[in-house]
């Protein structure tokens, strides 16, 4: 092997190890984010009245909440139980994505993400999630449903197993509506 040839092969050995470094460190890259309430977000109609009430206009006729059912609305007067779900989660795929997953980015990243409030039933996180890597993942994402500071739910959801460069659009549920909820907070845990 000529001299020329040993140090191609030993430029070849260091860029090999540096990719596999590389390659570990982007293990550990993890992608959240944070989402607050949509406008519009929850909202009530008075079947007498037909006036609708929303976070913005209930209580301000100069009257003090009366019900709890009206708490839900004062941020300060909601006290509930914090509790832990967990779910199953399958997504939509949507489209594809490039294989980037490195030091800079993350094998599963997560995007898109608005909270709202089906009316009668959940509240809801919606987002997009990519896979950026070559190879299938089972990707899971706990997520914080908080009232100003305050933990309302916290949830673990274990999404079907995302196949390679797939983007996929996801539906995370939170706690009832009876309970208010003004941002949440996700992060991906695994991979």
Do not use: H
Not at 106 to 126: S, Y
Not at 146 to 175: C, D, E, H, K
């Amino acid at each position: 092997m000529s001299r020329m040839q040993s140090a191609l092969l030993r430029v070849f050995a260091a860029a090999l190890g540096v990719a596999v470094a590389t390659s570990a460190l982007a293990q550990g890259n993890r992608a959240g984010l944070d989402v607050a309430a949509s406008p519009g977000g929850p909202e009530f109609r008075d079947p007498r009245t037909g006036q609708v009430w929303t976070p913005e206009t209930v209580g301000q006729d100069g009257r003090p909440l009366a019900g709890p059912e009206d708490k839900a609305f004062d941020p300060a007067g909601q006290n509930v139980a914090t509790w832990v779900a967990e779910q199953r989660v399958r997504g939509r795929p949507v489209g594809t994505v490039p294989v980037t997953a490195g030091p800079t980015t993350p094998i599963v990243a997560m995007d898109g993400a608005t909270l709202r409030a089906v009316p009668g039933q959940r509240w809801q996180v919606v987002l997009y999630l990519d896979n950026n890597s070559g190879n299938p993942v089972d990707p899971v994402i706990e997520c914080r449903f908080l009232n100003g500071s305050n933990l309302v739910m916290r949830t673990r959801a274990t999404v079907a197993q995302t196949g390679p460069s797939v983007r996929q659009g996801l539906v995370i549920y939170g706690p009832k509506t009876d309970a208010f909820v003004d941002r949440a907070s996700c992060n991906v845990t695994s991979p």
